[in-house]
Nanobody, 120 residues
Framework: QVQLVESGGGLVQPGGSLRLSCAASGIIFSSYVMGWYRHAPGKQRELVAYISSAGSTNYRDSVKGRFTISRDNGANTVYLQMNSLKPEDTAVYYC??????????????WGQGTQVTVSS
């Protein structure tokens, strides 16, 4: 049974930082591309970042320079370090495991999500 369990969300003031973690089980972690999506109320779900098994990364433009995705294949864990947070980063953040299909990252498995709220 595949499980992706996120942690690290919470309430933070604008300009602050949070580090999300996602622990995976039931998959050969090192074989998967790992990613983070987010979904804010009233908006479409959007891909935030993903990282290949070899460590290549890709970010949406609005988080470049502020967010860093990383992975520890020995610990079956993927991280999302979020700095200089803005109110528009407020969303439920979902960890996922998938692959590159043609040129796009396509998730196969999803976590349950963790809430990130950026507010003063």
């Amino acid at each position: 049974q595949v499980q992706l369990v996120e942690s690290g969300g919470g309430l933070v003031q604008p300009g602050g930082s949070l580090r999300l973690s996602c622990a995976a089980s039931g998959i050969i972690f090192s074989s998967y591309v790992m990613g983070w999506y987010r979904h804010a109320p009233g908006k479409q779900r959007e891909l935030v970042a993903y990282i290949s098994s070899a460590g290549s990364t890709n970010y949406r433009d609005s988080v470049k320079g502020r967010f860093t995705i990383s992975r520890d294949n020995g610990a079956n864990t993927v991280y999302l370090q979020m700095n200089s947070l803005k109110p528009e980063d407020t969303a439920v953040y979902y960890c996922n495991a998938g692959g590159i299909r043609w040129t796009n990252y396509v998730p196969d498995y999803w976590g349950q999500g963790t809430q990130v709220t950026v507010s003063s």
